[in-house]
């Protein structure tokens, strides 16, 4: 074997910026591969369309023309979506081909299929490039900290929603003009609900707690909040109050079970999450060995996802060069228990508008404590048309006790109106 | 092949984790590895010591009985120091057995040797835990940012002295009151050289720039300058023009070939890595596809080294498991000029002592241009005995122009003390 051929199944963003890189660093990644690394065919719906890059490979528009292609060892699946991504993928994988994949919706939808069929036929399946754009962290999870028992991950993994919270911040504009800006730009698709209702990072932390924990999680499995109910407010008194809302995926374990969810939340402004800003994403880990540990970068884009692509490449390539395959494979061995989002325990943040007349504070203290809900701190806000905008931290507190004593108050003649409610990620407030 | 048999030489802080984590954690890694990895032998210096953990392993003093164990296939040298560890890894790797290293001495020193002799004998040798104790940042280097070209490396990777820098400025103490109480708590070593020195840092970077820029870099190709002449008055004035104070291993690579140092540094606060605080470490890298990543944890400690190493441990037993070894060994395939400190342009801060007098400050601006320095700003501060503190920033310039322009200033009669000169690291300021 005297080079190693591979095809891209799709020519978008991300399948341009593997062309690029397989060129500009050619020499260095066949020094590091041993052989050359060469793309062979690709697979495109329109041949005749213009591109910005040029490449001496074969544009096909028939996956049979790769599935029957010999000498293609490496099928790298950069199309995205779900049809027909991964039946190109099983494909490709029954064919005896490695393949590399950027798609983290048929990965956490089909991950043990893809598994299984990679098994069966003793080749690599590898996604580097599904969580986190460039950013190392499916090979960190799976390699670099196999010695550990994670027993968290807290990670912002959506680029759109972080960009648009850092500039409601920086700026002091509102969720609406910062969605508007974000389309315009291109950061935001015109439908937002991917990003903005939380779901992408939801599907990114699916994978992320099912090689962090041994364990299949499911998209099912995660309980999910979006960010569309942040307001300007919200984020101004979380600031005063030393706190920065943040998109978090969040994946816990303990002698419960696991937990997996994706919400807005209140972190403290010296979390090292807290200063991830704009497009830029990073995953923070908790080990029993490694402590605490974090990896940062550009989540998404043209080159920087198609970094973690080719890294996949060489992988395989270095396996190939080796006569060895499908050395890391799924790591999901267990089972255990996934607990809902209700049964966990947190701070959180509320906003009311209340009656401003004596006696007040007292009777809202009294129906908090009713429900079992200590508070951490009240502080009295503006005055919004007679009344006054109350903002308050609790003790951790379940999420059902949180909702008994949500529904008390607006059950009260002096609650005018429940602004927000967040969750705390703190874990000096217990 | 029922079990992996391993031995460690030395059960010191990191031996005493690794049996820790291989006992605590044996079940999740059989299942990693697909059979249990078992401590056989550990090479110990007395024999009766008492132990903070109980093993199973026979404790021996003699490194023959390791190394004439064809049960044992993987050696792990946490003893650290050169001798015997240098020669006790070399003669395992002509054993034909994998080691595993935490030891940034002689992986900064002798990493060629032992690449070569590691090849001779088809095993791997692994060393994550050389650098940045518990953050996975070879293994990232060499594998997952393998498509890029990286031009930037820049870490902090000594928890002492960012212990110390991070102690001086939350509660404003000085250099000897904090390197005594950094010593009082066993985080620096009664002769605390190494680390406040830069020569750990260096070390360390020596051998993250051999895996970026695939060219082998010692310790002698390092410009070192360590933080014992940084003092709170520095601290506290470049916080006030939003920067902070960092030791920094840096290393950088153009056209002009790649430069390679330690010194301390003004960062500007919203640099990812100005948040990195006391004993944590983490490492910047730039590449050319995956732009800015970084990578953040202990860098030190029992448990987190001892993570590393056996993150090692269980790769190499995979490999084992899988026939192949050598997968991926020294990438040092390129030859490229080494260029000295003095050519690198950086902005610099500089604080003097000059004359309260009108004219002063138009003399000392004269002084800097007729040396090609520019000035970014120049601040008033304090008075000091009927003199006044000017805390200047200048624009990029080469190290020899700051020279020559200080040495003009000391020459001059209103300077009656140079108290710093600090590079700054920004790109913004040029």
């Not at 799709?10 to 500009?24: E, P």
């Not at 759109?160 to 609406?176: C, F, G, P, R, V």
């Not at 937990?259 to 995953?283: C, E, G, M």
């Amino acid at each position: 074997m005297s080079v190693i051929n591979i095809a891209l199944l799709g020519m978008g963003t991300v399948g341009t910026g593997v062309v690029k890189i397989l060129t500009n660093n050619a020499h260095n990644i066949s020094q590091k591969v041993g052989i050359p690394v060469v793309i062979k065919k690709i697979l495109v719906r329109n041949l005749t369309k213009a591109r910005t890059v040029t490449t001496e490979a074969e544009l096909v528009t028939n996956m049979e023309e790769i599935l029957n292609d010999p000498d293609i060892s490496i099928v790298v699946e950069i199309m995205g979506g779900e049809i027909p991504s991964k039946d190109y993928m099983l494909a490709a994988l029954k064919a005896g081909k490695h393949v590399v994949t950027a798609n983290k919706d048929v990965v956490s939808k089909y991950g043990r299929e893809l598994f299984e069929a990679a098994e069966a036929s003793q080749v690599d399946f590898l996604f580097e490039a599904s969580v986190g754009g460039g950013i190392p962290i499916i090979r960190p999870l799976k390699q670099c900290l196999a010695a550990n028992q994670i027993t968290e991950i807290m990670g912002i993994v959506n680029g759109t929603t972080n960009y648009m919270l850092t500039k409601m911040s920086n700026e002091k504009l509102d969720y609406a003009d910062v969605l508007a800006e974000a389309q315009a730009k291109g950061y935001a698709e015109s439908d937002p609900t991917a990003d903005v209702g939380g779901f992408d990072a939801a599907r990114k932390i699916a994978i992320l707690a099912s090689i962090a924990f041994g364990v299949r999680i499911t998209l099912d499995d995660v309980s999910i909040e979006g960010i569309t109910n942040i307001s300007i407010q919200d984020i101004e008194y979380a600031k005063e109050l030393g706190f920065i809302i943040k998109l978090l995926a969040i994946a816990k374990q303990n002698e419960q079970g696991i937990n997996v969810r994706v919400h807005p939340a209140l972190l403290p402004a010296s979390h090292p999450l807290a200063s991830v800003n704009d497009v830029y994403n990073a995953i923070f880990v908790k080990g029993d060995a490694v402590g605490e540990t974090m990896f940062y970068g550009r989540g998404a884009g043209e080159l920087p996802t198609a970094s973690a692509v080719v890294a996949d490449i060489i992988d395989v390539a270095r396996d190939i060069r080796h006569h060895v395959s499908s050395r890391i494979l799924c790591t999901c061995f267990d089972q255990k228990p996934i607990y809902p989002v209700n049964k966990i325990e947190s701070p959180y943040y509320i906003r009311l508008l209340v009656e401003d007349k004596p006696g007040v504070l007292a009777a809202i203290a009294g129906a908090f404590g009713a429900q079992q809900v200590s508070l951490h701190s009240v502080i009295q806000k503006r005055k919004v048309e007679g009344s006054t905008e109350l903002v308050l931290i609790t003790y951790r507190v379940s999420d059902e006790n949180i909702r008994l004593a949500m529904s008390t108050l607006l059950g009260m003649s002096v609650v005018s109106k429940l602004g927000s409610v967040i969750r705390v990620e703190a874990e000096q407030i217990s």
